[in-house]
């Protein structure tokens, strides 16, 4: 199925950031396009030494959190490190383990990575308390990492057990963890009150990312990177700072094979660390790097992504990534070459398996095509492979351009599977959205896991299309996404290079794709043993021959006649010598229609449409000469430098200044408002998405405003709650209610009826939950926020006549 090819807007650089790149006009375009349009902001992107990582006590916790594992060492005590199986989880229970063996010795600190087929992910109690049983060695102190913040009943049973219990993580806190970040209140800038989640009850601290600010530096770094962070701060305790940093090649692992959004710090600590793990000393590395056949000299991300992280992913998938941990912390060469072979074999395995069951999910489409009109691939069958249908749906996204969910129907057994998703397409929400039908879920945008009785697979198949059309966002771009449009004859050797100037590439920074027309085939060659592979020649109108190679292009056929060529990049390396090289991404037949951005018509109020464009706010009126309208828990995600402005301030503002409508507001009648309050000279549609309208982001967000009035004298703005959360007073209403009907909080000057009140009082709840009722107001929190989705989603792709502006 093929997807649409879009071409981001173009930006133009300035002279000054032309010139730090050695004057490559293409490369200082695509710094500005994503977002680095000033030789200060891209010197700190392109070189780590310019860039100031926040310091390791930025990240709320890891200061309490180093104390008490320093004083563990320091008293001698058993410390007993919980992982997980993905690499992410193997990185970060290595480096964990390595750091406190050397301050607290090798007897003093062991590990357990829960196996995917008999406990899945977390920490499953049965098997808490058979290492709490474990004779030979008690544990004194429990430190999870890169898993345990949704794992309340264990955490609290190690507290009871006498544990000293410390949880790291970087994944989203349950809808009912109500916190804060320490000095971040989200209305008046003060401290606010601990968190009333059972988690935190019973954990002695918690650090994760997810608890910082949207925006924050320190948000999207994986496990590994919270674990680095903290042995950071560890070290610095221990008088020992700067050896943390052996560690940094681990880190880098994890970063990418997690595909965490390489992004401030992460992507700080991964430049880092690819130097560290070109030079690393651990055996077991150099063991897998020599069966994968890579220089550590020159191992790249891709090396990582492709080589490296599949190999090691292989173990959790098939057997068990407890051998992972062993490979990356052993001092035995011998050793670490039996695992890196056994590695190799489970890779083997793995490759083959994903063929099988690709294979198999193929031929299912042919003879059901029907089961491509929905809006989601969902594909069922009782002897595939639990450990690599999420790879299976990762290759149908590719191949249909839609999301994709496989199940495993063992007989007697619930049906259960993984999801993956496509750009715009929140895949988390869409499968919790379908909660009625399901026994477990669980993910974020982008991948899922479920479970269901087989018998509702159809039921959830019509129930999910439905749900993909409520969580898609319009206005986020859609299919292939090209970044220029070069002539072939200024390709060259030096360009290719120039732009490993951006690189490590990965999610948050994607490798650019250039796109070229009416391209004709010279030569078309199979590689590999088996033809695999697919090495092209293409030769443009002007005669340029330039080569192309096809990875896993095997027998698919090209358009005949002239054709259109998105690709990449890169250099080739054989025998010494270095070579421009082509990398296939997508082709299509020629097409003689161009892309191209038309601008808006004239108007008599002077509209500037600025939505799905780069916007630089230098391009915008500033806020001291224009009304602003920009709010939303995310806001500084889309521009650090742009400050809240709600709409609130709009009551007394005077008229006929300029618009700024930098976030979309929640509802068409605000929007109306707006304008109609402003009069303004003229309006500027920028079309930001700076909130967070998922019903468990909205109530965890409330939850934590009423956590801070409760500090206070329990009193609520309803407008201000509204403007902070860039949502209705309305959304924030029903989030109250179902607060209170789960005996979180108690409304004192409030009816059930949620009548238009701005202002009223809560005290704390009686802790009775009516789990009824609680539900029937989530039910209505979420309907209610479907509708801000799809007014956010009209307001992206109507026309400038259809917003009534």
């Not at 956590?707 to 403007?723: C, F, S, V």
Request: contains cysteine; negative net charge.
């Amino acid at each position: 199925m093929p997807q649409s090819w879009t071409l981001r807007p173009p930006a133009q650089p300035s002279p000054d950031l032309i010139a730090l790149v050695g004057n490559r006009p293409l490369v200082a375009q695509l710094l500005a396009q994503r977002g680095f349009d000033t030789p200060e902001t891209a010197r700190a992107f392109l070189d780590p030494t310019w860039y100031s990582p926040a310091p390791p006590t930025a990240l709320v916790g890891v200061e309490e959190a180093a104390w008490l594992l320093h004083a563990a060492v320091a008293e001698q005590q058993n410390i007993l490190v919980w992982g997980d199986f993905d690499v992410d989880g193997q990185t970060s229970t290595a480096l964990l383990v390595a750091a406190l063996q050397k301050l607290a010795g090798v007897e003093r600190v062991r590990f357990h990575v829960p196996n995917r087929f008999t406990e899945s992910h977390g920490i499953r109690l049965p098997m808490l308390k058979e290492k709490l049983a474990d004779p030979a060695f008690r544990p004194q102190l429990l430190l999870t990492c890169d898993t345990g913040i949704t794992d309340a009943e264990a955490v609290c049973h190690a507290k009871e057990a006498g544990l000293t219990v410390v949880i790291t993580d970087h994944h989203d806190p349950p809808a009912e963890f109500l916190a804060l970040t320490p000095g971040q209140d989200p209305l008046w800038g003060l401290q606010p009150p601990v968190s009333i989640s059972p988690t935190v009850r019973c954990a002695d601290v918690i650090v994760n990312p997810k608890l910082q600010p949207a925006g924050d530096p320190l948000r999207t770094l994986p496990g590994v990177g919270v674990a680095y962070k903290l042995v950071q701060q560890l070290y610095a305790l221990a008088g020992r700072a700067g050896e943390e940093r052996e560690f940094l090649d681990l880190v880098a692992l994890g970063i990418v094979a997690d595909v965490a959004e390489q992004v401030y710090d992460a992507r700080y600590l991964l430049q880092l660390g690819l130097g560290q793990l070109r030079q690393t000393k651990r055996f077991g590395l150099l063991a897998l790097m020599e069966v994968a056949r890579l220089n550590p000299q020159t191992v790249s991300a891709d090396s990582i992504g492709f080589q490296l992280g599949p190999r090691m992913n292989a173990l959790g998938r098939l057997e068990d990534a407890t051998v992972a941990v062993e490979l990356l912390t052993t001092r035995d060469v011998m050793r670490a070459g039996q695992l890196a072979a056994r590695m190799e074999r489970l890779n083997q395995q793995r490759r083959l398996l994903t063929s099988q069951i690709t294979r198999a999910a193929m031929e299912m489409i042919e003879r059901e095509p029907q089961l491509l009109d929905f809006n989601g691939l969902v594909l069922a069958h009782p002897a595939w492979h639990a450990g690599i249908v999420g790879i299976v749906a990762s290759r149908l996204v590719e191949e249909f351009g839609k999301p994709a969910v496989l199940l495993i129907t063992e007989p007697g057994q619930p049906a259960r599977g993984s999801a993956r998703s496509v750009s715009g397409v929140d895949i988390g929400a869409a499968i919790a959205a379908c909660s009625h039908l399901l026994l477990t879920h669980g993910g974020h945008p982008g991948a899922a896991g479920v479970s269901l009785l087989p018998e509702d697979i159809d039921r959830f198949r019509r129930e999910l299309d439905r749900q993909i059309d409520l969580h898609r966002d319009e206005g986020a771009p859609t299919g292939l996404l090209i970044d220029a449009e070069p002539p072939l004859a200024q390709l060259d050797l030096e360009l290719a290079e120039a732009l490993q100037l951006l690189a490590p590439f990965g999610n948050g920074n994607p490798t650019p794709q250039f796109l070229a027309r009416n391209l004709t085939v010279a030569d078309d060659r199979r590689l590999g043993v088996e033809g695999t592979h697919r090495r092209l020649t293409v030769r443009s109108a002007d005669g340029v021959n330039l080569p192309v190679i096809w990875f896993n292009g095997g027998d698919a056929e090209l358009p005949t006649g002239a054709l259109d060529l998105v690709y990449t990049l890169g250099v080739n390396e054989y025998r010494g010598e270095r070579n421009l090289q082509l990398g296939f991404v997508a082709v299509r037949p020629a097409e003689v229609e161009p892309l191209a951005v038309h601008a808006p018509a004239a108007r008599s109020l002077p509209i500037h449409d600025l939505r799905h464009q780069a916007i630089r706010t230098g391009d915008l009126p500033a806020p001291d000469q224009a009304l602003w309208y920009a709010e939303g828990d995310q806001l500084s995600e889309t521009a650090g430098d742009i400050p809240f402005a709600p709409r609130t301030a709009f009551v007394h503002a005077p008229p006929g200044q300029p618009l700024v409508l930098w976030s979309i507001p929640p509802s068409s009648e605000l929007l109306h408002w707006l304008v109609e309050s402003a009069a303004p000279s003229a309006i500027y549609l920028c079309g930001q998405l700076t909130s967070d309208d998922s019903a468990p982001g909205v109530v965890r967000q409330v939850g934590a405003l009423c956590n801070y009035a409760l500090a206070r004298d329990g009193r609520l703005d309803l407008a201000r709650m509204a403007a902070r959360l860039g949502v209705t007073e309305r959304v924030i209403r029903t989030a109250l209610l179902c607060l209170a009907r789960r005996g979180l909080i108690e409304l004192v000057a409030w009816g059930d009826d949620g009548g238009a009140v701005d202002l009223l009082r809560i005290a704390r709840g009686s802790g009775s939950p009516d789990w009824e009722r609680a539900r029937q107001r989530y039910t209505e929190l979420a309907d209610q926020l479907t509708e801000v989705r799809a007014w956010r989603r009209f307001f992206l792709r109507a026309r400038l006549s259809e917003l009534g502006v």
